[in-house]
């Protein structure tokens, strides 16, 4: 490239730019199928990630990539790009409360006349909020089999491998405690291997699906308890007022929601919960409420 077409150079003269039309293209489309809505200042980020995948799939420009995921046939390279855009950042016992209350008010108020407690991580990126769960009921009722059934799903296929292998670095593992960790986690044997695997009895209280949010759930019945939590904050609030209105309705009566620190239930359905404890909510509807949630609403 001569020096004067250096310093006339477009965007888009890369194969790694996106020019303004490419990024609307995209951003209308990951919107469209995942809820996502992708921040122009993160514009350099979206690049980088998706050259990556342009590098995978040998197109010429990111433009090109982005008019093949909208096309039937990058249906599966869409997926690949949609998991490249998510944040998936996660950590064991992350926001404790939560796990908690589910000691306090949840689990406590268990009968053995009833089935299993069951529990949905919605955005289980890596597993630690799930397995957190498991521990959490496997330290509760003192056994590797709790009366818990946890299902955890994500939009992105990557972490859904990582979390049911289970396996996590030296420095992921820290934040179990001490003695959860000593019961519930193996090392590793290897030499140079600082890594420690969730215990098989743990792994099998968890099932993982992919699940798009945006889509039809298929699971039957109802959760005691839904974990969404540091996932909505990626979709704007139309969005998240419609997932407001699901969530409620997957909700056993008397079941409760937790979200992220950052996150509150807005808009028609903020009425349809109590708030039980901190960023948790308990469906309302004039049904049973825990002693804790009675205590917040009056
Ligand atoms: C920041 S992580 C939160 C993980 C965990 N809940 C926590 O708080 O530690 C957000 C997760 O939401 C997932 N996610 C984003 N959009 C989604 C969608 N439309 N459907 C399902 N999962 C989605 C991402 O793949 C990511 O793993």
């Known amino acids: 490239m001569s020096a004067s077409s250096a310093a006339t150079a477009q965007v888009g003269d890369k194969p790694e ?23 122009d200042k993160k514009k350099a980020l979206i690049s980088s990630r998706l050259s990556k995948r342009l590098r995978k799939t040998h197109l010429q420009s990111l433009g090109e990539y982005i008019r093949f995921i909208q096309e039937p046939e990058g249906r599966d390279e869409l997926s690949e790009a949609i998991s490249s855009l ?26 053995s006349g009833r089935g299993p407690l069951k529990i ?9 909020e799930p397995y957190s769960i498991a521990m959490t009921a496997a330290e509760f009722f003192k056994t590797k089999m709790p009366p818990v059934k946890i299902l955890a799903t994500d939009i992105d296929g990557t972490v859904l491998s990582q979390a049911k292998a289970g396996i996590y670095d030296e420095e992921e593992a820290k934040s179990i405690p001490p003695a959860l960790k000593r019961a519930f986690m193996t090392r590793s044997n290897g030499p140079d291997d600082d890594t420690w695997q969730v215990a098989p009895a743990i792994r099998q209280l968890v099932k993982f699906n992919y699940l798009n ?16 939590r540091n996932v909505v904050i990626y979709f704007d609030e139309p969005t998240k007022q419609k997932l407001w209105g699901r969530f409620h309705d997957k909700i ?47």
Not at 22 to 36: N, Q
Not at 120 to 128: D, F, H, K, L, V
């Open 17 to 39: 730019d996106l020019t303004s039309a490419d990024f609307k293209a995209l951003s209308d489309l990951v919107y469209k199928v995942a809820g996502l809505c992708l921040s």
């Open 86 to 111: 998510t944040t998936n950042v996660t950590s064991f016992f992350r926001e404790n409360h939560h796990f908690e209350f589910l000691k306090r008010d949840v689990f406590s108020q268990w009968s």
């Open 252 to 298: 056993a009566p008397g079941g409760h929601m937790m979200i992220g620190h950052s996150e509150r239930i807005s808009g028609p359905y903020k009425d349809n919960f109590i708030v039980s404890g901190v960023t948790t909510y308990q469906k309302s509807d004039g049904l049973p409420v825990t002693p804790a949630a009675e205590e917040k609403a009056q």
């Open 120 to 128: 949905w991580s919605a955005g289980c990126s890596r597993g630690a």
């Open 213 to 228: 949010l945006m889509d039809r759930w298929p699971m039957q019945g109802c959760f005691d308890v839904i974990f969404c």
